[in-house]
């Protein structure tokens, strides 16, 4: 049974950061790639960001390019989302998820096989 668990979510200001942990276990990391969903009250859950399963390629949803940055330790079966100039928008459920088939991450929900509890990231203004 592959588990994932977040970390990091917290309250912070508008323009700071936050560093997202999503720790895994109960299957072969490395061969997953990972991305990170957002859930904001009353709208559907989106993609955020994703990394290939080699950590060589990234993708991003245009709001957060060059403001959000994903990251991976496949010796600690970690993930990592570094979110900086925070803005209220930004305000959601963060989930992590892992797709165990397919070569480049999907953006789609329905694309990923595993998913987190998720951790509540609050920006204020």
């Known amino acids: 049974q592959v588990q994932l668990v977040e970390s990091g979510g917290g309250l912070v200001q508008a323009g700071g950061s936050l560093r997202l942990s999503c720790a895994t276990s109960?299957?072969?990391?490395?061969?997953?790639?990972m991305g990170w969903f957002r859930q904001a009250p009353g709208k559907e859950r989106e993609f955020v960001i994703a990394?290939?399963?080699?950590?060589?390629?990234?993708y991003y949803q245009d709001s957060v390019k060059g403001r959000f940055a994903i990251s991976r330790d496949n010796n600690k079966n970690a993930v990592y989302l570094q979110m900086n100039s925070l803005k209220p928008e930004d305000t959601a459920v963060y989930y992590c998820?892992?797709?165990?088939?397919?070569?480049?991450?999907?953006?789609?929900?329905?694309?990923?096989?595993?998913w987190g509890q998720g951790t509540q990231v609050t920006v204020s203004s």
């Open positions: 998820a892992a797709q165990e088939k397919g070569v480049v991450p999907g953006r789609l929900a329905r694309e990923y096989d595993y």
């Open positions: 109960g299957g072969i990391f490395s061969r997953y790639a």
């Open positions: 990394i290939s399963w080699s950590g060589g390629s990234t």
